[in-house]
């Protein structure tokens, strides 16, 4: 597997997959021809069905914007590597100077062909599911974050303080703003009001609804173009940090506890990420909220004391209710039902994972198990429901 760096990525929203890879893309291929007079852009799949929605044509543009380009949207098309596909052809002169296909496979990842057959190149974790790796920490007697710390470079202390601090930065922001997300659905943001209605409960009420407020932060500021990070995607940013915030507010937990079950959730998100996919176009929804809801419900157990047995518990269960889960945005915008699938998915992950700590870690069903259903599932499911916003919802929504 890949250093968790690759789950964790600071940029703007609002989606990982049609904004953050898209524009990684663009760049890439301007720097490999500078010469270029102009670009010609094609958009397939569901980079192109939901393109205007995402703002994929926006984050293309700005990195030609000093040269003529244009923009093909082919939404029927679909390759076959993968439905979040993009071809870019350099001119110089009306002289073809060269072409590349690359495909946007999540969490701002992007691939192609060659990649794809080198895909060992960068792989720094030798083993690739869960319990392989409770079998390793057993026998060494470490935990999770201990692993990841084993096998990342020095420098991934400092890299999740920065994530942690990104993490921050957007709910203290969001929590404070007002007014009307941008795109034709006009959603008026809730976090602020939200979070003061929050302040005026007490106990155990006052700390959910403040999870509550912290999600819809996060996922506001993602669907106006703000500055998060992805956990395991830009469409999932809220659940993770909303957890982590609630837990470091509400019951005093240090900045360094902090980092380590960070460590702990991107090696789960790295665990679904390998053996299935957190693409919402490849597997739908299930793929990037239930990741992320896995991965808030495994940091969660850690925090509160749990063995990695209980951990990988709370995780199994978040992704496994998570399962079948579409990916129907409304009007190609990350926000109905994207960003309320943000809030409940922090509370469900912290429901699991106070289940995952009252029992001895003992389950039927591994995570590994259910990460390939998912990954079994989301393939099963007709193309309608994997981001090209034809189906469920996002049908039968009018934002006229």
């Not at 929203?13 to 049609?18: D, V, Y």
């Not at 543009?61 to 000093?66: A, L, M, N, P, R």
């Not at 009306?94 to 590349?100: I, M, P, S, Y």
Request: aromatic residues 10%; hydrophobic residues 35%; contains cysteine.
């Amino acid at each position: 597997m890949e250093s968790i760096k690759k789950i964790y990525k600071i940029g703007h929203g609002p989606s990982s997959s049609h904004t953050m890879g898209p524009r990684n893309a663009a760049i890439t291929f301007r720097d490999k021809f500078p010469e270029a007079t102009k670009i010609i852009t094609t958009l397939y799949g569901s980079l192109a069905a939901t393109g205007k929605g995402h703002l994929t044509d926006v984050a293309i543009e700005d990195c030609f914007s000093d040269i003529e380009s244009s923009i093909i949207w082919k939404k029927d098309t679909i390759l076959t590597i993968h439905s979040n596909a993009l071809k870019f052809e350099a001119y110089k002169n009306n002289e073809k100077l060269g072409e590349w296909t690359a495909y946007s496979v999540g969490g701002g990842d992007i691939v192609d062909e060659n990649t794809i057959a080198q895909k060992d190149d960068k792989q720094i974790y030798s083993l690739t599911t869960f319990n392989d790796i409770l079998k390793y920490c057993e026998k060494e007697g470490i935990m999770l974050w201990e692993y990841v710390y084993k096998y990342e470079n020095d420098d991934i202390k400092t890299y999740l303080e920065e994530v942690w601090k990104t993490m921050k930065n957007a709910i203290e922001r969001g929590i404070d703003k007002e007014g009307v997300l941008p795109g034709s659905i006009r959603l008026q943001r809730k976090a602020s009001s939200y979070y003061v209605k929050a302040k005026n409960y007490k106990g155990s009420l006052k700390r959910r609804t403040s999870v509550f407020a912290y999600a819809l932060a996060v996922g506001e500021e993602n669907a106006s173009g703000g500055i998060i990070v992805t956990a395991p995607t830009c469409g999932a940013s809220g659940t993770l940090p909303s957890v982590l915030y609630h837990l470091y507010k509400s019951y005093d937990f240090s900045k360094e506890k902090i980092i380590k079950a960070l460590a702990t959730a991107g090696l789960i998100g790295n665990l679904v990420k390998k053996n299935a996919s957190i693409s919402g176009a490849q597997v739908g929804c299930q793929g990037e909220i239930g990741t992320a809801s896995s991965m808030a419900s495994g940091a969660a157990v850690q925090l509160f004391g749990g063995t990695p047995y209980q951990i990988e518990y709370g995780a199994e269960m978040a992704l496994e209710h998570h399962l079948g889960l579409t990916c129907d945005p409304v009007a190609g915008l990350v926000q109905i039902p994207c960003i309320e699938r943000n809030v409940f998915a922090a509370a469900r992950a912290l429901d699991t994972s106070m289940y995952a700590l009252l029992s001895d870690g003992k389950h039927r069903v591994s995570f590994d198990k259910t990460v390939i259903t998912m990954n079994e599932t989301g393939h099963d499911l007709p193309n309608l429901y994997k981001e090209t916003s034809e189906g469920g919802l996002a049908k039968f929504f009018d934002c006229k």
